[in-house]
């Protein structure tokens, strides 16, 4: 972790865990797409806004890109 002038530390992109999770739910959507296997889009939109407002909290640095 590097330290930027505001005193936040960062984080290269790929350590982000909230891109990671995002990352996944789009794949999970493409292998629903060919196995046939259909979570619905209720509860797939539901466990993914919960997960991304949890590791909001818990995100303490900032991404550098």
Sequence with gaps: SNERGLGMETKAWYQSRTLWLNVLAAVG?????????V???E???????ILNIILRFVTKSEIVW
């Design 39 to 41: 979570i619905s889009p």
């Design 29 to 37: 959507g493409i292998v629903q797409t060919y196995t046939g296997f």
């Design 43 to 49: 509860l797939q939109g539901a466990v993914l806004i």
